[in-house]
């Protein structure tokens, strides 16, 4: 849908119902509507582009009411919706034509002039009317006018109707900000030394794509919520093609072509928005892309983004965790500094300060190091002049974030860690974070005070011990210290700010407030500390200076504001003298003013600087003269200035008595062109100044340290650093000079020994990867600000550091053996470099995209690099210069974030994991040969979720057995047994975010994962709930975690590097801590751990435990590693089989070739006539002989299996954890008591598995195993019952006699099985079996000789099949997944197939009674692009329609062999085709259903490639509830039945144009099933949120209650005994612990309740029906009104484990010694039920009985426990009927009365579910393993019956016991009870 289209909301969902359109507006609501859950069902507004439209939107905002946003999805195109070509709602001004712009080929509009303000186009025409424009991004594509400015004006709308405008410019030289508007200066960054960036347009300015998010702009900078975009001004000087709006976040580097072909996580740019491209060029070369702001500075805002996910680098433009957007990627940036031309690192040590003047070299003396700004990229390292702008030209948009929290605890800690906390913070690499001017000394000099992110740092400078101040939970922007070491002040840059007051001596928090400030620059203690100022900006960006009274805060912790005052003018510094607290000073943008506090008001008068008010003056500090006897009149002020200048101030007189300025040499060979006057030329900028006795230290924008006498006469020292100085400050007693530089360099300077001593170093980036050297104790690093640094663990010192300035390192790893360490950078390099020579020994250039992960094995053989285009290189390191052994290309995954994790060896280097070739799969190779040993696919794992889930990390855990650990997107950690992939446990983050890293210890004590801002680590041998703790202490995402090789200390890197010491010691009583219990057998092990459960009073819970019995949901392929004791049958069959009579010589040679061998080029095809010069076939697949044996596993030959297709079209079953049993006892035909009555829903997983013939009426589909055959008259239903396993799809004979249905393969069968059925009687005819896994299609031939199956992805075979003997003709396999099979109805022996990259064409030749294929292959067209072929369906002689999961038809000429024409027939991928004369229908995922006219496509088959596809057009559309999956129409396509994966089954009448429901079903897991007391009706609840209410006669759905994101988990229906049987009710129990009380009369929610924190898992209904009695997961019992809503009382008797059933009844019995009208028990997970006697009207509930039960004994390892249930019995209420409550398999029946077990029934398994039947001695069981038992309590027979392909976990008995309804994920089944 194009901008301005119309459209459906966002948050709407349609529902229909019978004589009504699924995408029209119903006649009667079938959804019951709720204000706050459920959603409505109408149609949305106007579609855009209308002047009605247009005004009926500023109507309803003149009237304060907001429209619907539904005509500006999904995107808006602005100028197109207003009309800006006819100035009627738009106005210009000035010079604005249109012209044609060459490099876009397009009309664009130009706005040129000298005042901006006068030339202009404005949207709307007048400032009293409104855009009304909801969308949060604003798209504008322009290009600034070389050499000129430009001003782009914006008027916001908020929420509470304040408007403000958003200015981007490069007039503007600094951002400013009011509350009303918010100017942000757009620069243009040039390369040249200068940083001169605002300025006009370069003569190379590009187009630009700049995308505003309006929505956090206004939250970060004026914290107040997005509206709408009223109004728009752009002024000249500027081309601008358009605007949009949109809520979707568009990559305009990606196409939609382009983000399909590549599989891209981003959101393509719409075509009409797109620049063109050309052919073989990148985007990036030609365009540029801004996002501002982008994703570091989340404004306090509870919203989620949600719009796009970063791509991998080098495809697309990205967005950056941080406040900077490139208009580069990663690999392509540049410095904007100097460049070096060499590409190659440049390595040094540490630079030491060269002799100057007097100043001498001396080595480091201490320790420590690493910086971190928040978020940024290389190309921002360059210190700029503020902290909010735009750079253009490499297009740096840059902005200083917020931070994040951190505060260092322990929140997960558990007495299993001993000591608690486990670890300890250690040492931290790193300094500065918002700012690197703060570092002050201690009374003493003996330690530095610096701030390092959130944490503040006491360093001693001589021993180079640290300590912490800990609390802030963002990044520290100011410190300051009071003059007796006594008091520390600092303050949070995160708004409001945060202050804390410290005890400087023990480190403790002595006060905690909020500062009157909005954000706070700078601080000032005066010397006893009793008064400290703040100064800072209000929420309106003005100035403000506090003072606080400090006197009492060590008494009670108060804090007092004596004074605040408003400035309007700048304050850059503030201080409070040292010889009286109450004056001050301060200095900013040209004032100089002295401060006095006074009769609480801080009062303050300009010094008057003459001709120097202009200067921008950055520092001041107070200094007494020489003769000075502590008089207010000897006292001196200095400031200095960003031009150079040095004012000395004499406070007393107001006046500048000496003005001084530092200006560069002249350099002697340089001829002097101009005399430099005092006012004229270029000074050297002083950042910072301190004063001593006699000295004063000046630090300097050139990198200098200066030490001069008071007098400036000479300097005595001199200093030069790496990078321009922020801050210097004296010792107090003024023999040392600390400072400090923006490139995050700490030191001080030694004045009488004139030595300088570094502090610290550190990053000035997020540290991206780090790797330990084993013997030296050495850690190397990588960071964005494009250095590698080695670190001293020991010292925390850097040893060595290399920078690249033209590439940035990606990753790192150290040589285990030998003295060099290997590092990955952005430009697919991989180096190794030599600790000894600091050299570069050799160079490797095999990667195409950026080094994403290096990893070596532990024995030094092998290196691996991956990189970001999917290449994995091995390399052999066993020699100092590593050679390439191996280059593989696509198999490390290409669409997932690049982490330097995604590699991993395992410990006894023989195995290597990666993620890949998907982001979805995990890949486990032998590292010597690379021969593939497991592959995992991971997005089986979350199954609930309705998110792909994807793998984040790999880790091997240490020691044997060998554990690989998976880390995904949905925040847990998968451990896996590396042998065979079976999963042995989960474990959750506890954390925001999946981890970003994994480590175990060497002892396998520790499981470390990094996991957003914070590191968890786990007990990781415990198996049922381990104990986790998590440390908080990074203020940014911690991208790597790892144990030193000593295992004593933990490491963390992110924004700093934290070091932290393991508390931990061994463990006595651990025999082998090394091996964790992974794959104990056997009933012992079960019992201790038991044991251990009850001792820790927790419930128990069973660890599942890998077995070939119980797979994990994961598809894996696995073999051993050579050499291993496992052996595994190499063998293709696993069953006996005849050979054909087709020489063995035969096969061998042709078995290895694929079954393609004739391929003709695109550019190719279509030339001449396939009748005539048809491409010669070639014989692939040798003929099976007809006097063979019939044995239906046939011989072939496989090749590797495939990635699982992208494509919806493909078959995929759904994942179960039951097993099929074969120990069934059925009962005697004709003597069943059960029979199966009525199936309800339809399976919407299969495809193609619904048929429907309109002559005969024959009607059949699948649910589940069961082929239902339907008469649509009647609605009586036949079942076919023959398959073991999900039915994947049907295909009907041409005359309508024989139906075929293929199911999955079972868990213990070797082949999927086919089913031929006789219409007429219903019988299964024939099984056949050939295909491994799964059947994909099947097709019978025209006149039904043949039938073809296709083989799903894993199988890839394609098998012919005679009708006359079933007897297997042909088999072949297939290089590629195949999605469809069509046989070509003019012609018998022709079928086609079509798949991944190609369509093939299959001829049947017959020769006596042997029949061959042969196989012809034509090319994906190229208009195509990289889509596959999803569907096909033939058409009139020769045509063949095609389609692509790009939303294209292809139309193939079958008689010359190529494709002439194509016409885009939907936005996403085509499942079904159907074709009948001149109409074609398509269905596609996108829930679209069309009809096309296609009569005039034979002719347009004459024009050839010249044809075009205007004349197609499209009848008519139709929206469904889900993506289309099969479809069966008449031969005029009037009418048809189609299937969606809602499971839902609609017809179609194109004539009426309405979709009518026919069958339908929950889409996912059926949770309760309940009946009204009258059974006219029952309910369902399932996951998908939805409680359903049908008619019990008919099972039609009459009423359906929605509430999104949520599930339903629990129901109950009011009893007739509540006095309202016209008000019936239904109480639903929602996974976010609410209650629901839905009304059924008046379909609608009456009441909702939240009695509970954790999902709902069982309710019942009092028996008088007005209380309500719920469970939870975490074992609370809630009682509550059902009039009032109000709970009452809340029993935790069995908190700790689920409550797994609840049930009440009336209270029969009065001598149970209790007293109370009702009975009603709780059942709970671990084997507890407790019953109880109530009377609710009296508030009395008194316990009668408490059943504890032993665990049961697993032997084999299930996927789950079975559930704890009971039930009263319905025939002797004083019995309790328990199942799974026990150490056996078994139904127990215990005596209330009695108090004791009175009888015992033994079960085949562990019962799943339970039901008793009201009216008779029956009991319905199911069980896990698909079976059902019907036992007579009576007579103590049983009956099993099948019907169901998964685990049968519910059974409910009607009130009358005339039904029973059994549930299997969300297929139901009614069974009518007979009388047997």
Request: some cysteine; overall charge negative; charged content about 15%.
């Given at each position: 849908?194009?901008?301005?289209?119309?459209?459906?909301?966002?948050?709407?969902?349609?529902?229909?119902?019978?004589?009504?359109?699924?995408?029209?507006?119903?006649?009667?609501?079938?959804?019951?509507?709720?204000?706050?859950?459920?959603?409505?069902?109408?149609?949305?507004?106007?579609?855009?582009?209308?002047?009605?439209?247009?005004?009926?939107?500023?109507?309803?905002?003149?009237?304060?009411?907001?429209?619907?946003?539904?005509?500006?999805?999904?995107?808006?195109?602005?100028?197109?919706?207003?009309?800006?070509?006819?100035?009627?709602?738009?106005?210009?001004?000035?010079?604005?034509?249109?012209?044609?712009?060459?490099?876009?080929?397009?009309?664009?509009?130009?706005?040129?002039?000298?005042?901006?303000?006068?030339?202009?186009?404005?949207?709307?025409?007048?400032?009293?009317?409104?855009?009304?424009?909801?969308?949060?991004?604003?798209?504008?594509?322009?290009?600034?006018?070389?050499?000129?400015?430009?001003?782009?004006?914006?008027?916001?709308?908020?929420?509470?109707?304040?408007?403000?405008?958003?200015?981007?410019?490069?007039?503007?030289?600094?951002?400013?900000?009011?509350?009303?508007?918010?100017?942000?200066?757009?620069?243009?960054?040039?390369?040249?030394?200068?940083?001169?960036?605002?300025?006009?347009?370069?003569?190379?300015?590009?187009?630009?794509?700049?995308?505003?998010?309006?929505?956090?702009?206004?939250?970060?900078?004026?914290?107040?919520?997005?509206?709408?975009?009223?109004?728009?001004?752009?002024?000249?000087?500027?081309?601008?093609?358009?605007?949009?709006?949109?809520?979707?976040?568009?990559?305009?580097?990606?196409?939609?072509?382009?983000?399909?072909?590549?599989?891209?996580?981003?959101?393509?740019?719409?075509?009409?928005?797109?620049?063109?491209?050309?052919?073989?060029?990148?985007?990036?070369?030609?365009?540029?892309?801004?996002?501002?702001?982008?994703?570091?500075?989340?404004?306090?805002?509870?919203?989620?983004?949600?719009?796009?996910?970063?791509?991998?680098?080098?495809?697309?433009?990205?967005?950056?965790?941080?406040?900077?957007?490139?208009?580069?990627?990663?690999?392509?940036?540049?410095?904007?500094?100097?460049?070096?031309?060499?590409?190659?690192?440049?390595?040094?040590?540490?630079?030491?300060?060269?002799?100057?003047?007097?100043?001498?070299?001396?080595?480091?003396?201490?320790?420590?190091?690493?910086?971190?700004?928040?978020?940024?990229?290389?190309?921002?390292?360059?210190?700029?002049?503020?902290?909010?702008?735009?750079?253009?030209?490499?297009?740096?948009?840059?902005?200083?974030?917020?931070?994040?929290?951190?505060?260092?605890?322990?929140?997960?800690?558990?007495?299993?860690?001993?000591?608690?906390?486990?670890?300890?913070?250690?040492?931290?690499?790193?300094?500065?974070?918002?700012?690197?001017?703060?570092?002050?000394?201690?009374?003493?000099?003996?330690?530095?005070?610096?701030?390092?992110?959130?944490?503040?740092?006491?360093?001693?400078?001589?021993?180079?011990?640290?300590?912490?101040?800990?609390?802030?939970?963002?990044?520290?922007?100011?410190?300051?210290?009071?003059?007796?070491?006594?008091?520390?002040?600092?303050?949070?840059?995160?708004?409001?700010?945060?202050?804390?007051?410290?005890?400087?001596?023990?480190?403790?928090?002595?006060?905690?407030?909020?500062?009157?400030?909005?954000?706070?620059?700078?601080?000032?203690?005066?010397?006893?500390?009793?008064?400290?100022?703040?100064?800072?900006?209000?929420?309106?960006?003005?100035?403000?200076?506090?003072?606080?009274?400090?006197?009492?805060?060590?008494?009670?912790?108060?804090?007092?504001?004596?004074?605040?005052?408003?400035?309007?003018?700048?304050?850059?510094?503030?201080?409070?003298?040292?010889?009286?607290?109450?004056?001050?000073?301060?200095?900013?943008?040209?004032?100089?003013?002295?401060?006095?506090?006074?009769?609480?008001?801080?009062?303050?008068?300009?010094?008057?600087?003459?001709?120097?008010?202009?200067?921008?003056?950055?520092?001041?500090?107070?200094?007494?003269?020489?003769?000075?006897?502590?008089?207010?009149?000897?006292?001196?002020?200095?400031?200095?200035?960003?031009?150079?200048?040095?004012?000395?101030?004499?406070?007393?007189?107001?006046?500048?008595?000496?003005?001084?300025?530092?200006?560069?040499?002249?350099?002697?060979?340089?001829?002097?062109?101009?005399?430099?006057?005092?006012?004229?030329?270029?000074?050297?900028?002083?950042?910072?100044?301190?004063?001593?006795?006699?000295?004063?230290?000046?630090?300097?924008?050139?990198?200098?340290?200066?030490?001069?006498?008071?007098?400036?006469?000479?300097?005595?020292?001199?200093?030069?650093?790496?990078?321009?100085?922020?801050?210097?400050?004296?010792?107090?007693?003024?023999?040392?000079?600390?400072?400090?530089?923006?490139?995050?360099?700490?030191?001080?300077?030694?004045?009488?020994?004139?030595?300088?001593?570094?502090?610290?170093?550190?990053?000035?980036?997020?540290?991206?990867?780090?790797?330990?050297?084993?013997?030296?104790?050495?850690?190397?690093?990588?960071?964005?600000?494009?250095?590698?640094?080695?670190?001293?663990?020991?010292?925390?010192?850097?040893?060595?550091?290399?920078?690249?300035?033209?590439?940035?390192?990606?990753?790192?790893?150290?040589?285990?053996?030998?003295?060099?360490?290997?590092?990955?950078?952005?430009?697919?390099?991989?180096?190794?470099?030599?600790?000894?020579?600091?050299?570069?020994?050799?160079?490797?250039?095999?990667?195409?995209?950026?080094?994403?992960?290096?990893?070596?094995?532990?024995?030094?053989?092998?290196?691996?690099?991956?990189?970001?285009?999917?290449?994995?290189?091995?390399?052999?390191?066993?020699?100092?210069?590593?050679?390439?052994?191996?280059?593989?290309?696509?198999?490390?995954?290409?669409?997932?974030?690049?982490?330097?994790?995604?590699?991993?060896?395992?410990?006894?280097?023989?195995?290597?994991?990666?993620?890949?070739?998907?982001?979805?799969?995990?890949?486990?190779?032998?590292?010597?040969?690379?021969?593939?040993?497991?592959?995992?696919?991971?997005?089986?794992?979350?199954?609930?979720?309705?998110?792909?889930?994807?793998?984040?990390?790999?880790?091997?855990?240490?020691?044997?057995?060998?554990?690989?650990?998976?880390?995904?997107?949905?925040?847990?950690?998968?451990?896996?047994?590396?042998?065979?992939?079976?999963?042995?446990?989960?474990?959750?983050?506890?954390?925001?975010?999946?981890?970003?890293?994994?480590?175990?210890?060497?002892?396998?004590?520790?499981?470390?994962?990094?996991?957003?801002?914070?590191?968890?680590?786990?007990?990781?041998?415990?198996?049922?709930?381990?104990?986790?703790?998590?440390?908080?202490?990074?203020?940014?995402?911690?991208?790597?975690?790892?144990?030193?090789?000593?295992?004593?200390?933990?490491?963390?890197?992110?924004?700093?590097?934290?070091?932290?010491?393991?508390?931990?010691?061994?463990?006595?009583?651990?025999?082998?801590?090394?091996?964790?219990?992974?794959?104990?057998?056997?009933?012992?092990?079960?019992?201790?751990?038991?044991?251990?459960?009850?001792?820790?009073?927790?419930?128990?819970?069973?660890?599942?435990?890998?077995?070939?019995?119980?797979?994990?949901?994961?598809?894996?392929?696995?073999?051993?590693?050579?050499?291993?004791?496992?052996?595994?049958?190499?063998?293709?069959?696993?069953?006996?089989?005849?050979?054909?009579?087709?020489?063995?010589?035969?096969?061998?040679?042709?078995?290895?070739?694929?079954?393609?061998?004739?391929?003709?080029?695109?550019?190719?095809?279509?030339?001449?006539?396939?009748?005539?010069?048809?491409?010669?076939?070639?014989?692939?697949?040798?003929?099976?002989?007809?006097?063979?044996?019939?044995?239906?596993?046939?011989?072939?030959?496989?090749?590797?299996?495939?990635?699982?297709?992208?494509?919806?079209?493909?078959?995929?079953?759904?994942?179960?954890?039951?097993?099929?049993?074969?120990?069934?006892?059925?009962?005697?035909?004709?003597?069943?008591?059960?029979?199966?009555?009525?199936?309800?829903?339809?399976?919407?997983?299969?495809?193609?598995?619904?048929?429907?013939?309109?002559?005969?009426?024959?009607?059949?589909?699948?649910?589940?195993?069961?082929?239902?055959?339907?008469?649509?008259?009647?609605?009586?239903?036949?079942?076919?019952?023959?398959?073991?396993?999900?039915?994947?799809?049907?295909?009907?004979?041409?005359?309508?006699?024989?139906?075929?249905?293929?199911?999955?393969?079972?868990?213990?069968?070797?082949?999927?099985?086919?089913?031929?059925?006789?219409?007429?009687?219903?019988?299964?005819?024939?099984?056949?079996?050939?295909?491994?896994?799964?059947?994909?299609?099947?097709?019978?031939?025209?006149?039904?000789?043949?039938?073809?199956?296709?083989?799903?992805?894993?199988?890839?075979?394609?098998?012919?099949?005679?009708?006359?003997?079933?007897?297997?003709?042909?088999?072949?396999?297939?290089?590629?997944?195949?999605?469809?099979?069509?046989?070509?109805?003019?012609?018998?022996?022709?079928?086609?197939?079509?798949?991944?990259?190609?369509?093939?064409?299959?001829?049947?030749?017959?020769?006596?009674?042997?029949?061959?294929?042969?196989?012809?292959?034509?090319?994906?067209?190229?208009?195509?692009?990289?889509?596959?072929?999803?569907?096909?369906?033939?058409?009139?002689?020769?045509?063949?329609?095609?389609?692509?999961?790009?939303?294209?038809?292809?139309?193939?000429?079958?008689?010359?062999?190529?494709?002439?024409?194509?016409?885009?027939?939907?936005?996403?991928?085509?499942?079904?085709?159907?074709?009948?004369?001149?109409?074609?229908?398509?269905?596609?995922?996108?829930?679209?259903?069309?009809?096309?006219?296609?009569?005039?496509?034979?002719?347009?088959?004459?024009?050839?490639?010249?044809?075009?596809?205007?004349s197609v057009y499209m009848e008519h559309e139709l929206t469904l509830d889900g993506a289309v999956v099969s479809a069966s129409f008449d031969s005029g396509m009037d009418m048809g039945i189609v299937g969606t994966t809602a499971g839902t089954l609609w017809y179609i009448s194109?004539?009426?144009?309405?979709?009518?429901?026919?069958?339908?079903?929950?889409?996912?897991?059926?949770?309760?099933?309940?009946?009204?007391?009258?059974?006219?009706?029952?309910?369902?609840?399932?996951?998908?949120?939805?409680?359903?209410?049908?008619?019990?006669?008919?099972?039609?759905?009459?009423?359906?209650?929605?509430?999104?994101?949520?599930?339903?988990?629990?129901?109950?229906?009011?009893?007739?005994?509540?006095?309202?049987?016209?008000?019936?009710?239904?109480?639903?129990?929602?996974?976010?612990?609410?209650?629901?009380?839905?009304?059924?009369?008046?379909?609608?929610?009456?009441?909702?309740?939240?009695?509970?924190?954790?999902?709902?898992?069982?309710?019942?209904?009092?028996?008088?029906?007005?209380?309500?009695?719920?469970?939870?997961?975490?074992?609370?019992?809630?009682?509550?009104?059902?009039?009032?809503?109000?709970?009452?009382?809340?029993?935790?008797?069995?908190?700790?484990?689920?409550?797994?059933?609840?049930?009440?009844?009336?209270?029969?019995?009065?001598?149970?010694?209790?007293?109370?009208?009702?009975?009603?028990?709780?059942?709970?997970?671990?084997?507890?039920?407790?019953?109880?006697?109530?009377?609710?009207?009296?508030?009395?509930?008194?316990?009668?009985?408490?059943?504890?039960?032993?665990?049961?004994?697993?032997?084999?390892?299930?996927?789950?426990?079975?559930?704890?249930?009971?039930?009263?019995?319905?025939?002797?209420?004083?019995?309790?009927?328990?199942?799974?409550?026990?150490?056996?398999?078994?139904?127990?029946?215990?005596?209330?009365?009695?108090?004791?077990?009175?009888?015992?029934?033994?079960?085949?398994?562990?019962?799943?579910?339970?039901?008793?039947?009201?009216?008779?001695?029956?009991?319905?069981?199911?069980?896990?393993?698909?079976?059902?038992?019907?036992?007579?309590?009576?007579?103590?027979?049983?009956?099993?019956?099948?019907?169901?392909?998964?685990?049968?976990?519910?059974?409910?008995?009607?009130?009358?016991?005339?039904?029973?309804?059994?549930?299997?994920?969300?297929?139901?089944?009614?069974?009518?009870?007979?009388?047997?």
């Open positions: 849908m194009a901008g301005g289209s119309g459209g459906r909301p966002a948050g709407c969902r349609r529902v229909s119902h019978p004589a009504s359109p699924g995408s029209r507006v119903p006649h009667a609501p079938l959804t019951v509507r709720t204000a706050e859950s459920l959603r409505c069902c109408a149609e949305a507004g106007p579609a855009g582009g209308g002047e009605g439209s247009w005004r009926a939107a500023q109507d309803r905002y003149s009237r304060g009411v907001a429209p619907s946003a539904a005509w500006q999805h999904p995107f808006l195109n602005v100028f197109r919706h207003f009309r800006v070509d006819e100035w009627k709602r738009s106005s210009k001004e000035g010079d604005v034509a249109m012209v044609t712009d060459k490099t876009l080929k397009s009309a664009v509009y130009r706005i040129r002039g000298s005042v901006s303000a006068s030339n202009y186009i404005q949207l709307p025409r007048t400032s009293t009317q409104s855009l009304g424009l909801t969308g949060r991004y604003l798209y504008v594509l322009f290009r600034p006018l070389p050499t000129k400015h430009f001003v782009i004006h914006l008027d916001v709308s908020t929420e509470d109707g304040q408007v403000i405008r958003v200015s981007f410019s490069n007039l503007f030289k600094e951002f400013k900000s009011s509350a009303t508007w918010l100017q942000f200066p757009f620069v243009f960054q040039t390369r040249t030394p200068r940083r001169d960036l605002a300025g006009v347009a370069p003569s190379s300015a590009r187009w630009t794509c700049l995308q505003l998010d309006l929505q956090d702009t206004l939250m970060f900078y004026l914290n107040r919520r997005y509206s709408h975009l009223k109004s728009i001004r752009l002024c000249a000087s500027l081309l601008v093609r358009n605007l949009y709006t949109s809520d979707l976040c568009f990559d305009p580097a990606v196409t939609v072509t382009e983000a399909r072909r590549a599989k891209l996580p981003v959101t393509p740019v719409p075509r009409e928005m797109a620049f063109p491209v050309p052919k073989g060029e990148s985007w990036h070369d030609h365009y540029i892309h801004i996002w501002f702001p982008s994703d570091g500075s989340k404004a306090p805002s509870n919203q989620v983004q949600k719009s796009c996910t970063p791509p991998e680098e080098g495809h697309v433009s990205q967005r950056l965790p941080h406040q900077i957007a490139f208009s580069k990627p990663l690999q392509n940036s540049r410095s904007p500094v100097a460049q070096i031309p060499s590409p190659v690192l440049v390595p040094s040590v540490p630079k030491l300060l060269p002799e100057v003047s007097l100043s001498y070299k001396h080595p480091e003396m201490s320790k420590v190091g690493a910086p971190n700004i928040h978020g940024q990229h290389p190309l921002s390292w360059e210190k700029v002049t503020d902290a909010h702008m735009v750079v253009s030209g490499e297009h740096v948009l840059a902005h200083k974030s917020a931070g994040a929290s951190m505060t260092l605890e322990d929140t997960g800690s558990c007495k299993l860690f001993l000591p608690d906390p486990v670890l300890k913070l250690k040492g931290v690499i790193g300094f500065g974070g918002h700012s690197t001017q703060w570092a002050l000394w201690t009374k003493d000099g003996a330690a530095v005070i610096y701030p390092c992110h959130a944490i503040i740092i006491v360093l001693h400078v001589d021993t180079g011990e640290q300590r912490f101040f800990l609390g802030h939970t963002d990044k520290v922007s100011a410190l300051a210290l009071d003059g007796n070491n006594m008091l520390l002040a600092s303050a949070q840059m995160q708004p409001p700010s945060m202050m804390r007051l410290w005890d400087f001596q023990t480190g403790g928090c002595l006060s905690l407030f909020r500062s009157p400030l909005h954000t706070v620059c700078s601080l000032s203690f005066s010397g006893s500390g009793a008064l400290l100022c703040g100064v800072g900006k209000d929420r309106h960006g003005k100035t403000v200076v506090v003072a606080w009274g400090t006197d009492q805060v060590g008494i009670d912790g108060e804090v007092v504001v004596l004074a605040k005052v408003h400035t309007d003018f700048d304050v850059q510094t503030f201080r409070i003298a040292f010889f009286d607290e109450t004056r001050m000073a301060s200095c900013g943008r040209g004032s100089v003013r002295l401060w006095r506090l006074r009769g609480g008001a801080l009062r303050s008068c300009a010094v008057d600087l003459g001709e120097h008010c202009a200067l921008e003056l950055t520092d001041l500090a107070f200094a007494r003269a020489l003769d000075s006897h502590w008089v207010p009149s000897a006292y001196m002020l200095y400031v200095c200035s960003h031009s150079g200048h040095i004012l000395e101030i004499d406070p007393q007189h107001m006046a500048v008595q000496h003005i001084r300025r530092l200006l560069p040499t002249q350099s002697p060979d340089v001829p002097l062109t101009e005399k430099q006057t005092f006012s004229s030329g270029s000074g050297i900028s002083i950042r910072s100044l301190s004063v001593s006795l006699t000295m004063c230290a000046v630090g300097s924008e050139d990198g200098y340290l200066r030490v001069w006498p008071l007098d400036f006469s000479s300097v005595l020292l001199e200093a030069e650093h790496e990078g321009p100085i922020s801050s210097v400050c004296f010792s107090p007693d003024g023999l040392r000079v600390l400072s400090t530089t923006s490139s995050g360099h700490l030191g001080f300077l030694d004045v009488p020994s004139r030595e300088y001593t570094v502090l610290a170093r550190s990053h000035m980036a997020p540290v991206l990867a780090l790797s330990m050297e084993q013997s030296r104790r050495q850690l190397a690093t990588v960071s964005l600000d494009h250095t590698v640094r080695i670190w001293d663990l020991t010292t925390l010192r850097q040893l060595y550091d290399f920078m690249s300035p033209d590439e940035a390192p990606c990753a790192v790893a150290f040589h285990p053996m030998l003295p060099t360490f290997f590092c990955g950078f952005s430009s697919g390099a991989v180096r190794s470099f030599s600790l000894e020579n600091s050299g570069v020994l050799v160079e490797h250039t095999r990667h195409r995209g950026a080094i994403t992960s290096l990893v070596t094995t532990p024995d030094g053989s092998f290196l691996f690099s991956s990189c970001s285009q999917g290449s994995l290189v091995q390399y052999n390191c066993a020699v100092p210069r590593c050679c390439v052994l191996r280059v593989a290309a696509n198999m490390v995954s290409q669409d997932g974030h690049p982490n330097p994790n995604t590699l991993a060896v395992s410990g006894d280097s023989r195995r290597l994991a990666f993620v890949g070739p998907s982001k979805c799969m995990v890949t486990v190779m032998e590292s010597a040969s690379l021969d593939e040993l497991l592959r995992v696919d991971v997005s089986t794992l979350n199954l609930a979720s309705s998110h792909l889930d994807w793998a984040v990390a790999v880790c091997f855990s240490p020691g044997v057995p060998v554990h690989l650990l998976v880390s995904t997107s949905s925040k847990k950690v998968v451990i896996l047994d590396a042998m065979s992939g079976h999963i042995i446990r989960e474990l959750s983050s506890v954390r925001s975010g999946s981890c970003s890293s994994l480590a175990v210890s060497e002892d396998s004590r520790f499981l470390l994962a990094a996991t957003g801002r914070a590191i968890t680590i786990w007990d990781y041998p415990t198996r049922a709930n381990p104990s986790t703790q998590v440390y908080i202490g990074h203020s940014e995402s911690v991208q790597a975690v790892a144990f030193t090789p000593d295992q004593q200390q933990v490491l963390s890197a992110g924004d700093a590097i934290f070091l932290w010491d393991v508390l931990a010691t061994p463990e006595s009583d651990r025999s082998e801590p090394g091996v964790p219990p992974d794959h104990e057998a056997g009933p012992n092990v079960e019992q201790l751990e038991d044991i251990a459960s009850g001792a820790r009073e927790l419930p128990r819970q069973q660890v599942p435990v890998p077995s070939q019995a119980s797979p994990p949901p994961l598809s894996f392929h696995a073999r051993p590693l050579e050499g291993s004791a496992v052996t595994f049958s190499t063998s293709d069959e696993e069953g006996p089989c005849e050979e054909s009579h087709v020489s063995e010589g035969l096969l061998q040679a042709q078995a290895p070739a694929p079954p393609v061998l004739v391929e003709r080029e695109a550019s190719g095809a279509g030339d001449g006539l396939r009748e005539t010069a048809r491409v010669p076939w070639a014989l692939t697949v040798p003929p099976h002989h007809h006097n063979q044996t019939i044995e239906w596993t046939t011989k072939k030959t496989k090749i590797q299996p495939p990635t699982r297709p992208d494509s919806y079209k493909h078959f995929i079953p759904r994942y179960k954890t039951s097993t099929q049993t074969k120990s069934v006892s059925f009962p005697p035909t004709g003597r069943e008591q059960l029979r199966l009555k009525t199936v309800v829903g339809y399976n919407g997983n299969g495809r193609a598995n619904m048929v429907w013939r309109p002559d005969t009426g024959f009607f059949a589909y699948t649910c589940g195993r069961l082929v239902v055959v339907e008469d649509l008259h009647s609605g009586t239903q036949q079942h076919w019952l023959g398959h073991p396993e999900e039915i994947s799809t049907l295909a009907l004979s041409q005359d309508g006699q024989v139906l075929a249905s293929a199911s999955c393969r079972g868990n213990t069968a070797t082949h999927c099985q086919i089913c031929i059925w006789d219409v007429p009687t219903g019988f299964c005819q024939h099984l056949l079996s050939h295909h491994d896994t799964a059947v994909q299609a099947l097709a019978f031939s025209p006149v039904d000789e043949f039938l073809v199956t296709l083989g799903d992805y894993s199988d890839c075979t394609l098998a012919l099949w005679s009708t006359a003997t079933y007897e297997l003709l042909s088999s072949t396999c297939l290089p590629e997944p195949m999605h469809g099979v069509a046989f070509n109805p003019w012609d018998a022996n022709e079928l086609t197939c079509v798949g991944t990259g190609a369509i093939t064409f299959w001829l049947l030749q017959q020769c006596g009674t042997d029949t061959s294929l042969q196989v012809h292959r034509e090319p994906v067209p190229e208009v195509v692009g990289a889509a596959e072929l999803t569907s096909l369906c033939y058409g009139p002689s020769p045509l063949l329609y095609c389609g692509s999961s790009s939303g294209q038809v292809c139309v193939w000429d079958t008689s010359a062999g190529h494709c002439f024409l194509t016409w885009e027939a939907d936005d996403g991928e085509i499942g079904v085709l159907l074709c009948s004369g001149s109409r074609l229908v398509s269905g596609s995922n996108t829930r679209r259903l069309r009809l096309w006219a296609v009569g005039v496509v034979p002719e347009l088959r004459c024009k050839g490639s010249s044809a075009r596809s205007s194109w004539m009426e144009g309405t979709s009518t429901r026919l069958i339908s079903g929950h889409r996912s897991k059926v949770n309760e099933v309940v009946f009204s007391p009258s059974e006219s009706h029952c309910a369902t609840c399932g996951e998908d949120g939805s409680v359903r209410v049908w008619s019990l006669a008919s099972m039609e759905l009459v009423i359906q209650f929605q509430v999104l994101n949520q599930s339903c988990l629990c129901l109950a229906w009011s009893p007739s005994s509540s006095g309202r049987p016209e008000q019936q009710q239904v109480v639903a129990g929602y996974s976010d612990g609410t209650l629901r009380v839905f009304s059924i009369s008046r379909t609608a929610m009456e009441l909702k309740m939240h009695p509970h924190r954790t999902a709902l898992t069982a309710i019942a209904f009092s028996s008088d029906g007005h209380t309500i009695l719920s469970g939870d997961k975490d074992g609370l019992v809630a009682v509550s009104h059902t009039r009032t809503g109000m709970t009452f009382r809340v029993f935790n008797d069995h908190w700790g484990a689920p409550i797994s059933a609840i049930q009440s009844t009336s209270k029969e019995y009065g001598d149970l010694g209790v007293e109370g009208v009702d009975l009603w028990l709780a059942a709970s997970g671990d084997q507890r039920v407790s019953i109880w006697a109530s009377d609710w009207s009296l508030n009395h509930c008194a316990l009668l009985e408490w059943l504890s039960f032993p665990a049961p004994v697993i032997t084999e390892a299930p996927g789950l426990l079975p559930p704890s249930l009971a039930a009263f019995c319905p025939w002797d209420r004083e019995l309790l009927v328990c199942v799974g409550l026990g150490a056996y398999e078994e139904v127990v029946f215990y005596s209330l009365r009695q108090k004791q077990v009175v009888q015992k029934t033994p079960l085949p398994f562990f019962a799943t579910s339970l039901s008793l039947s009201p009216g008779t001695h029956l009991m319905a069981v199911g069980f896990a393993e698909c079976m059902l038992r019907l036992l007579d309590c009576e007579s103590g027979t049983a009956q099993d019956f099948a019907g169901h392909d998964d685990s049968v976990h519910l059974c409910r008995f009607t009130p009358s016991a005339r039904l029973l309804f059994t549930a299997a994920h969300n297929e139901i089944l009614v069974w009518e009870v007979t009388n047997s």
